[in-house]
């Protein structure tokens, strides 16, 4: 069975403290691992999509890297208004199964001023 | 730029009553991935669809059905509603099946 496990489930940080969260996961045909933010009462916002080993995204403060078993993302001197849950997302390649997402459970971000 | 739009934000129903939740995909997004998200849960998977053809079916109870129309908006009809049944209903459409899944800002459906 697919499975996506986030770490830590939240994490506080002060404004300008640089840090990673995890995402290990263990699916049988990996197409594309997906990062998403999601605010209070909002959709998932799409970040990034990292489809190899090796392979490195990023956007402003954020950076998301991918291995075999994991991935990282990575924020650096973070703002307030950074805080939000970040969602990781796997998809299995076309032989293996259908396209929709299997999401972890997230890790909730506070970034304090 | 357009985002995908659900309709209503939110609805309160009674047990056993129906609900209809709608979702229009961002103007040329071809499949719709209907998700169910309850409180401080991750987002499940029910029910997707590509050109109008359900592609995938996930955790969706036989209560609940849905459909995708020729102008490629979907809808996912829901009865016999359940108090467990109150989650965030969210759809989600890409562009082919190789693009990332955009996600609307969702239904919050409360049964009670």
């Known amino acids: 069975e697919d499975q996506v496990t986030q770490s830590p489930e939240a994490l506080r940080l002060q404004e300008g403290e640089s840090s990673s969260l995890n995402c290990s996961y263990t699916?049988?045909?990996?197409?594309?691992l997906f990062w998403y933010r999601q605010d209070p009462g909002k959709g998932p916002e799409f970040l990034f999509t990292?489809?190899?080993a090796g392979e490195e995204k990023e956007k402003e403060r954020l950076k998301a890297t991918l291995t075999k078993k994991e991935s990282f993302l990575h924020i650096t001197a973070p703002k307030p208004e950074d805080s939000a849950t970040y969602l990781c997302?796997?998809?299995?390649?076309?032989?293996?199964?259908?396209?929709?997402?299997?999401f972890g459970k997230g890790t909730k971000l506070s970034v304090i001023p | 730029a357009a985002g995908v739009i659900q309709s209503p934000r939110h609805l309160i129903k009674e047990k056993r009553e129906t609900a209809t939740l709608k979702c229009y995909p961002i103007?040329?997004?071809?499949?719709v991935y209907w998700y169910q998200q309850g409180p401080g849960q991750d987002p499940q998977f029910l029910i997707s669809?590509?050109?109008?053809?359900?592609?995938d079916k996930g955790s969706i109870p036989d209560r609940f059905s849905a459909q995708q129309f020729s102008d490629y908006h979907s809808e996912l009809n829901m009865s016999s509603l359940e108090l467990g049944d109150s989650a965030l209903y969210f759809c989600?459409?890409?562009?082919?099946?190789?693009?990332?899944?955009?996600f609307g800002n969702g239904t919050r459906l409360t049964v009670t």
């Open positions: 989600a459409s890409a562009g082919g099946i190789h693009s990332p899944l955009h």
């Open positions: 990292l489809y190899s």
């Open positions: 669809f590509y050109e109008k053809m359900q592609s």
């Open positions: 997302a796997v998809q299995k390649s076309p032989g293996a199964g259908s396209y929709q997402l299997t």
């Open positions: 103007p040329r997004h071809d499949t």
């Open positions: 699916v049988s045909g990996l197409r594309g």
